[in-house]
């Protein structure tokens, strides 16, 4: 087994970057979600409800950071990171479902179709899909439509049927036959890394990145995406030790060994970007050590 030394303590404000660029995607989601759009019925209510059940924000985050390692201002990435946080928020309210996961809060607040039924929360989670792909073209000024073209490919990709769709699919499938780690890894890779990996690629892209810069920012992506999901497991072990989950199947040891070899190649996926990429650099630490 490789022993991984853990990197220095990289001197960054995660903190206050990541809250500044909070601010940046709460106001734009609000704008292209408003309250007082002459909605039909009451559905734009439902779509804001899911929009703004709490949450990080972490793929937005993503994207912009992966934009500012090319020296330009997040701000070119807000619409993509905005789609991204719309087809996440869809997919919550459609797993809370009573014919998914059945859940009854999120985030300590009742889930979407607790509040508005299931027809209601079916159909905000349709809207948000829908309206993702409306506002990821919404290009910043003189943006070749080339780009734009990659934008749309990468977001159905992302969250249709070879990504987050596909994935849950596979994992309703394990609940009940179980899995093995090569299809526990494809339900994750797809589930939940397909959506973090877009959103890098989107704001790499945005910001110009070429063939071989994006996809040193892909593979950083697809590894923080596992990252994700391992840590997500082991926060969740005691509360379903019996799950779907990397914890179950390998135990919490190889687990946490996994989540220190991903974050490192994470982190070298980096290295030919300089410090622009520090935001990135920091986000992957702060997943390997999150506590929620």
């Known amino acids: ?25 709460e106001k734009a989601l609000d704008a292209c979600v408003p309250k007082d759009a ?9 779509m804001r409800y899911c929009l703004f059940s709490g949450g990080k924000r972490f793929r937005p985050i993503l994207c912009f950071g992966a934009a500012e390692c090319f020296g330009k201002s997040g701000h070119i990435a807000t619409s993509a990171a905005c789609a991204y946080e719309m087809i996440h928020c869809f997919s919550l309210a459609h797993d809370d479902l009573p014919c998914m996961d059945d859940d009854d809060l999120r985030r300590g607040k009742p889930t979407a179709h607790k509040v508005f039924g299931e027809a209601g929360a079916l159909l905000a989670g349709d809207g948000l899909s829908i309206w993702a792909f409306h506002q990821i073209v919404q290009l910043p000024h003189q943006t070749p439509a080339e780009v734009g073209l990659k934008l749309v490919k990468d977001l159905a990709i992302a969250s249709g049927h070879p990504g987050m769709v596909g994935g849950q699919v596979i994992d309703m499938a394990a609940q009940s036959s179980g899995v093995d780690r090569e299809s526990l890894e494809t339900i994750h890779r797809s ?50 030790p019996d799950g779907v989950s990397f914890v179950s199947l390998l135990g919490l040891d190889e687990t946490k060994r996994l989540v220190r070899e991903s974050t490192e190649q994470a982190l070298q996926a980096l290295d030919s970007f300089g410090k622009s990429a520090d935001p ?6 702060f997943l390997e050590d999150r506590k929620g």
């Open 280 to 285: 990135l650099r920091a986000l992957a630490l």
């Open 191 to 240: 589930k939940t890394g397909a959506l973090i990996r877009g959103a890098v690629r989107a704001g790499a892209m945005l910001a110009g990145a070429d063939e071989t810069q994006l996809e040193h920012l892909t593979q950083y992506g697809e590894l923080v995406g596992l990252v994700f999901q391992l840590t997500d497991d082991i926060l969740d072990a005691d509360e379903d």
């Open 38 to 46: 002459p909605y039909l019925g009451n559905v734009g209510e439902m």
């Open 1 to 25: 087994m490789t022993n991984l030394a853990k990197p220095s303590h990289l001197e960054f404000p995660l903190k206050l970057w990541w809250a500044e660029r909070t601010e940046w995607v």
